[in-house]
């Protein structure tokens, strides 16, 4: 993957209401995709992760995510978001062929208002 | 519990002078990787490690050392060529190379 953009660098948002962060990436060939959270002052934690198969991803938390490949978006949605939601939610990118690692998005903080 | 333990969890550094910062793992996998994150960035690979033994440069090495000499440890160095070593530090592990990425709980690095 030549870059990963996530394209909000904060997304605020009520309590109990639906949530979508977007990520978009450019490569030219097939791709891995993977979302992470990072709660404050911790590592980074698996949500979700996309290896092949239905475009429809569903992970921990609630959380899921939908590949669109004409799109080369990987956009991860919450149907409703709690106070315990709060963090910053990372999208990265491998490229099944290449040797190298994941390609990271900025980040996206995650702020639920009550 | 099988994890990734990193420590310390706070580290400062005095100028010209090189600290190491350290990460264990006991999920008996086989690639490590060291990440640094700045406020508002991505996260960026330092270096990274297939197998005991080896390791590899990535996107910014420069001012930065690594040892591989046991599976579970990937202990990082930061030099006093690194001038602007602030920032919080991310260790991971994976089963093998490109799988799944496992990560610590960070150290955060600062300048006094």
């Known amino acids: 993957a030549q870059s990963v953009t996530q394209l909000d660098s904060q997304v605020p948002v009520f309590e109990e209401a639906p949530v979508e962060l977007r990520c978009n990436y450019s490569?030219?060939?097939?791709?891995?995709l993977f979302w992470y959270v990072q709660y404050p002052n911790q590592g980074l934690q698996l949500l979700l992760k996309?290896?092949?198969?239905s475009t429809l991803v569903k992970g921990i938390n609630g959380f899921e995510a939908e590949f669109n490949k004409s799109q080369t978006s990987f956009h991860l949605r919450k149907p409703s978001v709690h106070i315990s939601d709060t963090a910053e939610y990372f999208c990265a990118v491998s490229e099944r062929n290449s040797n190298y690692q994941l390609i990271w998005g900025a980040g996206t903080k995650l702020i639920i208002k009550p | 519990d099988g994890g990734i333990t990193q420590s310390p969890k706070y580290l400062f550094r005095k100028e010209g002078q090189n600290v190491t910062l350290s990460c264990e793992q006991n999920l008996n996998h086989d690639a490590m990787y060291w990440y640094r994150q700045d406020p508002g960035q991505g996260l960026r690979l330092i270096y990274y490690?297939?197998?005991?033994?080896?390791?590899q440069k990535g996107d910014i090495a420069e001012g930065y050392s690594v040892s591989r000499e046991k599976k579970e440890s990937f202990p990082l160095t930061v030099t006093s060529a690194q001038k602007n070593p602030t920032a919080f530090y991310l260790c991971?592990?994976?089963?093998?190379?490109?799988?799944?990425?496992?990560f610590g709980d960070g150290t955060r690095l600062s300048i006094l």
């Open positions: 490690s297939q197998i005991v033994n080896d390791f």
């Open positions: 490569s030219s060939v097939s791709v891995y």
């Open positions: 991971a592990s994976s089963i093998e190379f490109r799988g799944t990425q496992h």
């Open positions: 996309y290896l092949s198969g």
